[in-house]
């Protein structure tokens, strides 16, 4: 049937270029046999095949435009190494990373943002006078920002209690109307980690209240590849073989590897994941929310009515 068809089909082509004369034989022939119907046939599946390749290759240029746009956009990929998509529950969140009043950098803060570069030469005596401030730093989201402030609150060999307690303060009106989660960054190389960590809590809380175990992630740092089995292990071993106390925050202990000495993907995989923390727990908790920052909302309203009333007594005389 398909050489019939075949040679049908070169028969009636052939005719095209025939005299009239001779041509309608062969056409009268073509249609008493069924040859006609089935080139129609034919001929509009060709038709249909063309369109479908004409179409997949509009597709395949749009899609080719498509790349080349999102391309000059990969800077949020490379910021968080995850899709715009899984991006879009964490735009506006507000993270205060805590840290000694020494003058040293917080490496976490360096992993997470990049590190800033000093613009004063610093000696062991006299630290760069930027790491002794409460500043503040963001992350930019197609969908939003980041804000991640670092303040100097814990207790250091730098800074005085009057100082620190302003750094402290400061990093809270920073992140107004109140952080989503404080973040207390231990390093791994000390040998007593449990009893680090309790300390650190403890000298938070001890600065912003008790209410703050609620909003702090501990964060283990290192620079070499850990297990979290062997993470464990360092939290609650000692000698003699038996586990240590419960610790002083109740949230567990988020391990994170700042070394840059890793993948584009490990790296940015490590910062989402500790992202999606403050994430769930500005879900859970919502915002950290200070006596400070109480006062300053009642101290607006004060001002705002006084301001009124001044603003009403003003009108009052220009109608007069």
Not at 236 to 257: D, I, K, M, T, Y
């Amino acid at each position: 049937m398909g050489a019939l068809t075949v040679v049908g089909y070169v028969f009636y082509r052939f005719s095209q270029t025939l005299p009239a004369l001779i041509r309608w034989p062969i056409r009268l022939f073509c249609s008493l046999t069924g040859l006609s119907t089935l080139w129609g046939w034919v001929t509009r599946l060709v038709g249909t095949l063309r369109i479908i390749k004409t179409l997949y290759k509009w597709m395949s240029q749009l899609w080719h435009f498509l790349v080349r746009i999102s391309s000059k956009f990969g800077w949020i990929s490379r910021i968080t190494g995850t899709s715009d998509d899984d991006l879009s529950e964490l735009h506006a969140l507000r993270i205060v990373l805590l840290r000694p009043a020494d003058g040293r950098a917080s490496g976490l803060a360096d992993f997470l943002l990049g590190p800033v570069p000093s613009t004063t030469t610093t000696t062991d005596s006299a630290p760069d006078p930027h790491l002794l401030q409460t500043s503040k730093r963001t992350i930019a989201l197609s969908s939003g920002e980041i804000t991640v402030v670092d303040t100097p609150a814990l207790p250091g060999l730098t800074l005085d209690e009057g100082s620190r307690a302003r750094q402290a303060l400061r990093g809270l009106q920073l992140s107004s109307p109140g952080p989503h989660a404080f973040i207390v960054e231990t390093p791994i190389a000390t040998t007593d980690l449990h009893q680090d960590l309790n300390r650190l809590a403890q000298a938070s809380a001890d600065v912003y209240g008790s209410e703050l175990t609620d909003f702090m992630i501990p964060v283990v740092t290192h620079k070499h590849s850990l297990s979290r089995r062997r993470i464990e292990d360092l939290l609650h071993a000692q000698p003699g073989s038996h586990r240590r106390g419960p610790l002083l925050c109740p949230h567990r202990p988020e391990a994170v590897n700042v070394s840059m000495e890793r993948t584009a993907d490990d790296v940015n995989a490590a910062r989402v994941g500790l992202l999606k923390r403050v994430l769930q727990m500005k879900k859970t908790k919502g915002c950290f929310i200070h006596e400070l920052q109480r006062r300053e909302e009642r101290a607006r309203e004060e001002l705002l009515d006084a301001m009124a009333t001044e603003l009403a007594a003003k009108l009052r005389h220009c109608t007069d």
